[in-house]
């Protein structure tokens, strides 16, 4: 049994309450949105707590929708935010910090990234996250025999109450309306969220002090049709069959984009830069997972079913 106290920024996220849930220790809960199981906390700013004698702080606090906000948005929380929560760490004298990362820190390329790869980002996103971590290894560099920091890099995380990629996958097919863009064969990192923070707990007891990075995704990857086609099944839905040429998908969600700014309305499903996202391959190896001995407890087709079991079969959401 996991007997640390923890603090976890960014707990009323998707990530977060999965992670909440599955913790044994005494959790001390912040987040920027309020609600009744969360402290208020803003780490864009100087953090103030009244909590003693914590031992670990997971910094899941982040914005990283992408396309979605300003650049200056992903800098100013996700950089002052790493260079807070490592203060308060200072402060507080606590000496292990799990940091949520992104694949997004590789760039946008179809040759394979592991862990060694050199990162270049290509978005405001993926280079405040790599800065982030730089601030986080900063942190760890000044007591290296004392301090832990693992800093995970998880694909696509998918699970009930996400909101997110998958799910707008999922509707789109439900209704018909989705068609590979410009290619079947792209290959999408991902992870299942219990995976991902059963992962975590596990990490922060196992590793010794030291800076530990790691790839969070499925390895062998999947390809976007075999994802639609594992969907299609679980759930019952049809799966799509076919592809639209990719130039033509460009222009149409340019004019539905140009369309959205005349009448003040916003389409981010199919926003220009996201379209261009699912016609490029995230090709992350997550072997170095394997090598060190963690192993995901769902394939990919059984991740689909517990979380169609989740949401009583009624839908992905």
């Given at each position: 049994?996991?007997?640390?106290?923890?603090?976890?920024?960014?707990a009323?996220?998707?990530?977060?309450?999965?992670?909440?849930?599955?913790?044994?220790?005494?959790?001390?809960?912040?987040?920027?949105?309020?609600?009744?199981?969360?402290?208020?906390?803003?780490?864009?700013?100087?953090?103030?707590?009244?909590?003693?004698?914590?031992?670990?702080?997971?910094?899941?606090?982040?914005?990283?929708?992408?396309?979605?906000?300003?650049?200056?948005?992903?800098?100013?929380?996700?950089?002052?935010?790493?260079?807070?929560?490592?203060?308060?760490?200072?402060?507080?004298n606590?000496?292990?910090?799990?940091?949520?990362?992104?694949?997004?820190?590789?760039?946008?390329?179809?040759?394979?990234?592991?862990?060694?790869?050199?990162?270049?980002?290509?978005?405001?996103?993926?280079?405040s996250?790599?800065?982030?971590?730089?601030?986080?290894?900063r942190?760890?560099?000044?007591?290296?025999?004392?301090?832990?920091?693992?800093?995970?890099?998880?694909?696509i995380?998918?699970?009930?109450?996400?909101?997110?990629?998958?799910?707008?996958?999922?509707?789109?097919?439900?209704?018909?309306?989705?068609?590979?863009?410009?290619?079947?064969?792209?290959?999408?990192?991902?992870?299942?969220?219990?995976?991902?923070?059963?992962?975590m707990?596990?990490?922060?007891?196992?590793?010794?002090?030291?800076?530990?990075?790691?790839?969070?995704v499925?390895?062998?990857?999947?390809?976007?049709?075999?994802?639609?086609?594992?969907i299609?099944?679980?759930?019952?839905?049809?799966?799509?069959?076919?592809?639209?040429?990719?130039?033509?998908?460009?222009?149409?969600?340019?004019?539905?984009?140009?369309?959205?700014k005349?009448?003040?309305?916003?389409?981010?499903?199919?926003?220009?830069?996201?379209?261009?996202?699912?016609?490029?391959?995230?090709?992350?190896?997550?072997?170095?997972?394997?090598?060190?001995?963690?192993?995901?407890?769902?394939?990919?087709?059984?991740?689909?079913?517990?979380?169609?079991?989740?949401c009583?079969?009624?839908?992905?959401?």
């Amino acid at each position: 049994m996991n007997n640390n106290k923890t603090i976890i920024f960014g707990a009323e996220g998707f990530i977060g309450k999965h992670l909440a849930r599955r913790l044994n220790s005494e959790i001390i809960s912040y987040d920027i949105k309020p609600n009744s199981n969360s402290n208020i906390c803003d780490i864009r700013k100087q953090i103030r707590t009244n909590g003693n004698e914590i031992n670990v702080i997971y910094n899941l606090a982040a914005i990283h929708t992408s396309p979605g906000h300003e650049y200056s948005e992903y800098f100013n929380t996700n950089i002052n935010g790493a260079e807070n929560v490592c203060d308060y760490a200072r402060e507080k004298n606590i000496n292990t910090i799990l940091f949520t990362s992104s694949i997004a820190t590789y760039g946008t390329a179809e040759d394979v990234k592991t862990e060694k790869s050199l990162p270049l980002p290509t978005s405001a996103y993926g280079i405040s996250k790599l800065v982030a971590e730089e601030i986080h290894k900063r942190w760890q560099s000044e007591k290296p025999n004392d301090r832990k920091l693992i800093i995970l890099r998880p694909g696509i995380v998918f699970g009930q109450n996400e909101k997110g990629n998958f799910t707008r996958l999922y509707k789109s097919m439900k209704k018909g309306h989705f068609l590979y863009p410009g290619r079947k064969d792209t290959k999408k990192a991902a992870i299942y969220v219990k995976d991902l923070v059963r992962l975590m707990i596990e990490m922060v007891e196992k590793e010794n002090p030291g800076i530990h990075l790691y790839n969070n995704v499925y390895t062998p990857i999947h390809s976007i049709e075999y994802i639609c086609k594992t969907i299609a099944k679980v759930t019952g839905i049809k799966e799509p069959k076919f592809t639209v040429p990719a130039s033509i998908l460009k222009i149409i969600a340019n004019s539905i984009n140009s369309f959205g700014k005349i009448i003040g309305k916003s389409f981010n499903g199919i926003h220009p830069d996201r379209v261009k996202k699912l016609m490029i391959s995230t090709n992350i190896n997550g072997q170095k997972l394997i090598d060190h001995g963690y192993n995901l407890q769902y394939s990919f087709a059984e991740a689909i079913e517990d979380w169609w079991d989740d949401c009583c079969h009624s839908g992905l959401y």
